[in-house]
């Protein structure tokens, strides 16, 4: 239901118990200071997240075997949070552990795989390395296209992560080419005003604006606006995204 405070009450009232009632390294411990970390994650307290995944991490290290899935989930989180602290290389280091570990325990195309190298590539991209994000995103791509279905939404995803990278190299027609293909299969796999539609508008009309073709830009962040107005609420950052792209094109 979104409403994190009251759901983090009842996490930390759970783990008092918890610690009365079990031994110190018992795996629902390790749940329940997951389940804190992931409220405080989506509440942006990224310093508590951080320290309550570490503390799961550190149960599961004793009371799991060493190559369990859940020992490559806790490394993940911690990875997406130093993500967003800035703190790439040691989200790098933590989503390579990940991905050792899925490694060993899944087969070769297992959708879990793609989702590691999409997230590397994540990584490299904020860092600014894109041919290493590129790298990355391929790979995911590829185990995508043999995993999943062929209008998966996570597919689209990989297209937009790839397309991003080559507009951010000046590519653009390449750029574009994968930003239609990502919204090809939205527009059969999502709801007609899903915010990812409105996103991959976006993404067009800036390869519009980059190539100085500023009415389709204009048409295509108008109809990503549209969108937004319905999907999100009135004072979403997302929608002045919209109204600062519109300004630029008139700007120009």
Do not use: W
């Amino acid at each position: 239901m979104g409403e994190c405070s009251k759901a983090l009450s009842l996490y930390e009232r759970s783990l008092e118990i918890r610690k009365i009632a079990l031994s110190p390294n018992h795996p629902d411990l390790a749940a329940s200071y997951l389940n804190i970390g992931n409220v405080c994650y989506n509440m942006g307290e990224y310093s508590k997240a951080l320290s309550s995944y570490e503390r799961s991490l550190e149960i599961q290290k004793i009371a799991l075997p060493q190559n369990h899935p859940d020992l490559a989930s806790s490394y993940n989180n911690i990875s997406m949070v130093y993500d967003n602290m800035g703190e790439y290389s040691k989200a790098l280091s933590s989503h390579e552990r990940s991905l050792e570990i899925k490694k060993i325990t899944l087969p070769p195309n297992h959708p879990d795989l793609a989702k590691s190298y999409n997230n590397i590539g994540t990584v490299y991209y904020d860092m600014g390395e894109y041919s290493k994000a590129l790298s990355s995103y391929e790979r995911s791509l590829e185990i995508r296209k043999i995993a999943l279905p062929s209008n998966h939404p996570d597919l689209a995803s990989s297209y937009g992560n790839i397309g991003n990278v080559y507009i951010n190299m000046g590519e653009y027609s390449k750029a574009l080419s994968l930003y239609e293909r990502s919204l090809e299969i939205q527009k059969i796999a999502l709801p007609p005003n899903h915010p990812d539609l409105a996103a991959s508008y976006l993404n067009i009309g800036s390869v519009y604006y980059n190539m100085g073709e500023y009415s389709k830009a204009l048409s295509l962040y108008e109809r990503s606006l549209e969108i937004r107005k319905i999907a999100l609420p009135p004072n979403h950052p997302g929608l002045a995204a919209s109204y600062n792209n519109i300004g630029f094109v008139y700007y120009n």
